[in-house]
């Protein structure tokens, strides 16, 4: 493992901006956020989002949806048990498109997302050859390496999606973990320049 100082420090041309940007670049990511990681999930299309917005994003997000994985008795169940104190009443039509939406994106069937991970702190950084031979490792066995090649994200979403491919199987260890999310929002960041 080696430290990556001597590589920012070229990719970083002019004063002030790249020591700031070289100094942020060093600080493991994860030793930013120790709070438990949080599942991220994508604001569905069509007339399911009209019935969520309606009648359930006034007082949370959607994100604690991908907490559960249930059939749709348990789902009718939870929210009828969470919201004792807040009745959410909605038309048998609205429950019927909401429950559809639940059951096929957080069913029996799927993963939930665990509500503990809690980051550790990483002080050493993968290089390329140890990044690749996790992938290789831990990545190939249900979809090949161009899922993970043709992805750009931030590494916090990198992270939500790392602890979702372990709860799927995938075999990593806390800091193995961490280091692809370092080394994934590095080299498969969002950011421009990359
Ligand atoms: C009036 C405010 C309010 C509305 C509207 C509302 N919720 Fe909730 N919801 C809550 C509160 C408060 C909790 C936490 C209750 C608890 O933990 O006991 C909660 C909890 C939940 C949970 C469990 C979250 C977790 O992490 O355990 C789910 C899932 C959920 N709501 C889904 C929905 C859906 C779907 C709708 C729309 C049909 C909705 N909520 C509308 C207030 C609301
Ligand atoms: C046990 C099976 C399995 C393993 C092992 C696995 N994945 Fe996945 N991966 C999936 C499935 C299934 C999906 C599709 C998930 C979905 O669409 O909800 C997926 C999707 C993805 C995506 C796309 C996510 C998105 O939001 O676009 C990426 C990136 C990814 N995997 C990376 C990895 C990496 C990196 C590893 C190794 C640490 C890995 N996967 C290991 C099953 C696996």
Redesign the pocket.
């Known amino acids: 493992m080696k430290c990556r100082v001597g590589k920012t420090a070229v990719w970083w041309v002019v004063g002030a901006m790249a020591a700031a940007f070289a100094v942020q670049a060093v600080t493991p990511v994860a030793a930013q956020d120790r709070r438990a990681t949080r599942p991220q999930v994508i604001r569905p299309t069509g007339p399911v989002w009209q019935v969520i917005r309606k009648n359930c994003t006034s007082c949370h997000g959607i994100d604690d949806y991908a907490f559960f994985a249930m059939d749709r008795g348990g789902w009718q169940t939870l929210i009828e048990t969470k919201h004792k104190d807040h009745p959410v009443s909605v038309s048998e039509e609205q429950r019927s498109i909401l429950l559809d939406y639940l059951v096929s994106k957080f069913g029996p069937d799927s993963t939930a997302f665990p509500r503990s991970y809690v980051p550790p702190e990483i002080t050493e950084f993968l290089s390329d050859p140890e990044a690749t031979r996790?992938?290789s490792r831990?990545?190939v066995?249900?979809?090949d390496m161009k899922?993970?090649n043709d992805?750009r994200?931030a590494p916090d979403r990198w992270r939500v999606?790392?602890v979702?491919?372990?709860e799927?199987?995938?075999v990593?260890t806390d800091e193995e973990l961490e280091g692809?999310v370092e080394w994934?929002g590095r080299v498969k960041g969002i950011n421009p320049n990359q």
């Open positions: 996790v992938l831990s990545c066995s249900c979809h899922r993970v992805s994200f999606i790392m979702a491919m372990r799927r199987g995938a990593l692809l994934l």
